[in-house]
Nanobody, 126 residues
């Protein structure tokens, strides 16, 4: 079992930055694919960024390319999401997810992830 705990959310003005953290416990996540999803009120959960298992290749939704960066620190068993140039449409609850067996073509499919954190709220507003 893997437990995930997100932190780092908050209120930020448009154009600002936040760094989200996802601390894992229970098992090492070094061999897991990790992803960040977000969900805005009244909308479906959508993938934001992902990092694929051991290869470490990163993938981003078109809406965040060039602004967000996903990274992992295996020594700390933690995944990060650096968010820059934030926009009001980035507002939502951000969730961290992990899975050890999904294939690359499913990396943005939330149904393929076995483990989820409780989420952290990000609000971008002036």
């Amino acid at each position: 079992q893997v437990q995930l705990a997100e932190s780092g959310g908050g209120l930020v003005q448009p154009g600002g930055s936040l760094r989200l953290s996802c601390a894992a416990s229970g098992r090492s996540i070094s061999s897991y694919s990790m992803a960040w999803f977000r969900q805005a009120p009244g909308k479906e959960r959508e993938a934001v960024a992902a990092i694929f298992r051991r290869a470490g290749n990163t993938y981003y939704a078109d809406s965040v390319k060039g602004r967000f960066t996903i990274s992992r620190d295996n020594a700390k068993n933690t995944v990060y999401l650096q968010m820059n140039s934030l926009k009001p449409e980035d507002t939502g609850v951000y969730y961290c997810a992990a899975d050890s067996t999904l294939i690359l073509s499913s990396i943005f499919n939330p149904q393929q992830y076995d483990y989820w954190g409780q989420g952290t709220q990000v609000t971008v507003s002036s």
